[in-house]
């Protein structure tokens, strides 16, 4: 291993002897990022998503709930060499998977008060973010099924034809603007006139929306065509300064197996909300 990543951890006697295994339920997808291969570890009930690098991975899935931590471990030091996980990123993993209640095992009682140590860790930097009121998430309700029967408006985003249609929008509207730059310039002063801001925050939420359904229907359409999942769990309201914004949950995503279709619906939410400021101008 090298000198910035210390092979040996105090506590990873508390460990060593553990035998636990992934849930029954959990999900494994592989995919590509930036030139190296992850292995995503889903759980389906609560759409809770991790990923692992290949030698984590294999850690994980030595894992059996008849090999021990330590033995696990030590087959990884020697298939991987200084690729494997330390003994502090192995601790890690597991503290991150048993958080996650993606781990079953009869965890004795000083491994469990330390995964609970870091899980208060977590809870601290957590509240310390929710504690100055700027980010707070309010869920709503499961948009999942009422999405999924209207899957089909995601084909029809990403089909040749529909954007050949945005493409030739985007250029009328570009060069409508050009044209009208003047009048375009003169009149956006007056916007955020104070007569004017309850209508530019309305018009402004309503965007906002065609940008998350942009990124929900591109999920569910990617999801179902490349049987990776595509599940939109949660839409709900994000308090940003006690202002009230919608969100959805497109975090499946992260299972996409192709670097493309995470793109995809990265971009979905801009590409909807750009067609309907065109259609506009």
Request: proline residues 4%; aromatic residues 12%.
């Amino acid at each position: 291993m090298s000198d910035e990543r210390r092979t040996f951890h105090e506590s990873w006697y508390r460990v060593a002897d553990v035998r636990p295994r992934l849930r029954s339920a959990v999900q494994t997808y592989r995919q590509h990022f930036r030139g190296r291969r992850w292995h995503v570890v889903r759980d389906p009930s609560n759409h809770r998503y991790f990923r692992l690098d290949a030698a984590a991975y294999h850690f994980v899935s030595l894992l059996d709930g008849r090999r021990s931590v330590a033995d696990a471990w030590r087959i990884c030091v020697e298939l991987f060499g200084d690729a494997a996980p330390t003994q502090a990123e192995a601790i890690n993993v597991l503290g991150q998977l048993h958080r996650g209640n993606l781990l079953q095992s009869d965890l004795p009682s000083d491994a469990a008060s330390m995964f609970e140590h870091q899980r208060s860790d977590v809870r601290r930097r957590i509240g310390g973010v929710l504690s100055n009121l700027l980010f707070i998430r309010v869920p709503l309700f499961n948009p999942d099924a009422l999405l999924g029967r209207w899957e089909w408006l995601g084909g029809l985003m990403f089909r040749p034809v529909t954007m050949v249609a945005w493409l030739l929008l985007m250029i009328a509207a570009g060069v409508c603007l050009l044209g009208r730059a003047g009048e375009f310039a003169s009149g956006v002063s007056g916007v955020i006139a104070p007569e004017n801001l309850f209508l530019l925050y309305v018009g402004f939420v309503l965007i906002k929306i065609v940008h998350e359904f942009g990124h929900a229907f591109a999920t569910k359409h990617l999801g179902r065509r490349t049987g990776s999942g595509g599940v939109v769990p949660t839409l709900g309201v994000t308090l940003m300064v006690f202002t009230p914004m919608p969100y959805v949950d497109a975090s499946s995503a992260w299972a996409f197996r192709s670097k493309w279709h995470r793109a995809l619906v990265g971009a979905a939410g801009m590409y909807a909300e750009l067609a309907v400021a065109a259609g506009a101008a």
